[in-house]
């Protein structure tokens, strides 16, 4: 069973920066698209990045393009999201989360097998 440990959040002010990190276990993680997803109070769960299994293509929500990169170490069962010039919009519990099914990269929740719990971002103003 695959488990996922988000870590890297925290309080930042406006155009700050943080990293967060994934570290999966359980499986083989290259054979896993990875991906993060952020949940606001009162808003659904929304797609914001994802990194294909082994070519390394990389997918963003249009409101991160720019400002987050997503990256991988196969080598290291880890993904990382580099989150800078944060925006209190940006304010969330990011996902990560795992998908050993889907051909290519998906931006659904439900494509995605296996969750983290969750780690917090507060930005700000």
């Known amino acids: 069973q695959v488990q996922l440990v988000e870590s890297g959040g925290g309080l930042v002010q406006a155009g700050g920066s943080l990293r967060l990190s994934c570290a999966v276990s359980g499986r083989i993680f290259s054979g896993y698209a990875m991906g993060w997803f952020r949940q606001a109070p009162g808003k659904e769960r929304e797609f914001v990045a994802g990194?294909?299994?082994?070519?390394?293509?990389?997918d963003y929500a249009d409101f991160v393009k720019g400002r987050f990169t997503i990256s991988r170490d196969n080598a290291k069962n880890t993904v990382y999201m580099q989150m800078n010039s944060l925006k209190p919009e940006d304010t969330a519990v990011y996902y990560c989360a795992a998908d050993r099914r889907t051909p290519g990269l998906a931006r659904t929740s439900e494509s995605y097998d296996c969750w983290g719990q969750g780690t917090q971002v507060t930005v700000s103003s």
């Open positions: 990194v294909s299994r082994t070519y390394y293509t990389t």
